[in-house]
């Protein structure tokens, strides 16, 4: 069974500063995807960034980056010129292609609270 | 991205009876629905997948009678829980995807049983 950990369960930052939050995940798996989801106090999840296993370039979206080791099983998440509005429970997850297509579930980590202060 | 409807946002109901929430998947065939629950500042833990006209799969520990769920088209799965009491007192949030997409969420049920 696949684990993800995220060892971090609270940062916080000021505004405009860069944050990496950590992940770790185990598996078997050589196929698989990593995501990390944001949950702001709405709690709506919302996708942040997605990397595929079999793509070596870490994936970026604007001021968010990945750091993806897939040796290591690492997969952290950068924000950069951090803003108040990043303030949320950010999730690391993993989903692995083998399957049922469409039936693949997420395994999520336990989470970790970032504060951005003004 | 694809939206995903989910209704109610709050419930409260009193302890014995039932309550349905509704996820739907609004612009999209969602060929497989999943729902989860979250505790206070825990992580979501998956309860059940549900793929559309076929039996849901339940995860080890969770009540396939408690926690009723139907996947009877392919835009709408209910999670319907029974005889509920204050323990089932939760937030709970569906996702949908089809077979190539990312999972989509919705925007979450908080459940009060009194």
């Known amino acids: 069974a696949q684990t993800v950990t995220q060892s971090q369960p609270e940062m916080s930052v000021q505004e405009a500063e860069t944050v990496t939050l950590s992940c770790t995940y185990d598996?078997?798996?050589?196929?698989?995807?990593l995501f990390w989801y944001k949950q702001p106090p709405s709690r709506q999840m919302i996708l942040v960034i997605r990397q595929e296993a079999y793509k070596q370039q870490n994936a970026t979206e604007n001021r968010f980056s990945v750091n993806f080791q897939k040796a290591a099983k690492s997969f952290s998440l950068k924000i950069s010129d951090s803003q108040l509005g990043d303030t949320a429970m950010y999730f690391c997850a993993f989903m692995k292609l083998s399957g049922i297509q469409g039936a693949q579930k997420l395994v999520f980590g336990q989470g970790t609270r970032l504060t951005i202060n003004p | 991205g694809a939206v995903v409807s989910q209704h109610p946002s709050w419930v409260i109901c009193k302890s014995g009876t039932s309550v349905k929430i509704e996820c739907r998947s609004l612009d999209f065939q969602a060929t497989t629905m999943f729902w989860y629950r979250q505790f206070p500042k825990q992580s979501l833990m998956l309860m059940a997948t549900?793929?559309?006209?076929?039996?849901?799969?339940?995860e080890q520990g969770v009540e396939k009678d408690k926690f009723l769920i139907n996947h009877a088209s392919l835009t709408l799965s209910t999670l319907t829980v029974t005889s509920a009491h204050p323990e089932d007192s939760s937030f709970y949030i569906c996702?949908?995807?089809?077979?190539?997409?990312?999972?989509?969420f919705g925007q979450g049920t908080r459940l009060t049983v009194v």
């Open positions: 996702s949908a995807r089809d077979l190539y997409s990312e999972a989509f």
């Open positions: 549900s793929n559309e006209g076929s039996k849901a799969t339940y």
């Open positions: 598996t078997s798996e050589s196929n698989y995807y």
